[in-house]
């Protein structure tokens, strides 16, 4: 059974950081992909950023220079490092991973405050 646990979400003042983290489980084949996607309330799910098994880094153009994306020492493992939060970051954080067909965990709430 694949599943894809997040944890790190909260409440942060605006200005501050949070680092978000995933772990993916129970997936036979390599996983080429791994990523995160948000979705605030009444709003369509969007790309925050994803990075490859090979390195190759992608992020949406509202969160460059303030969140960086890694890719853990172990197995399927994915990190959000968040900083300089904004109240517009508010959203419950998604992480995903890409072997074939695309899994999803259940998602983390982030609250910013102004």
């Known amino acids: 059974q694949v599943q894809l646990v997040e944890s790190g979400g909260g409440l942060v003042q605006a200005g501050g950081s949070l680092r978000l983290s995933c772990a993916a489980s129970g997936i036979s084949f390599t996983v080429n992909v791994m990523g995160w996607y948000r979705q605030a309330p009444g709003k369509q799910r969007e790309l925050v950023a994803t990075i490859t098994s090979g390195g190759r880094i992608n992020y949406a153009d509202s969160v460059k220079g303030r969140f960086t994306i890694l890719r853990g020492n172990a197995k399927n493992r994915v990190y959000l490092q968040m900083n300089n939060l904004k109240p517009e970051d508010t959203a419950v954080y998604y992480c995903?991973?890409?072997?074939?067909?695309?899994?999803w965990g259940q998602g983390t709430q982030v609250t910013v405050s102004s």
């Open positions: 995903t991973a890409n072997s074939f067909t695309d899994y």
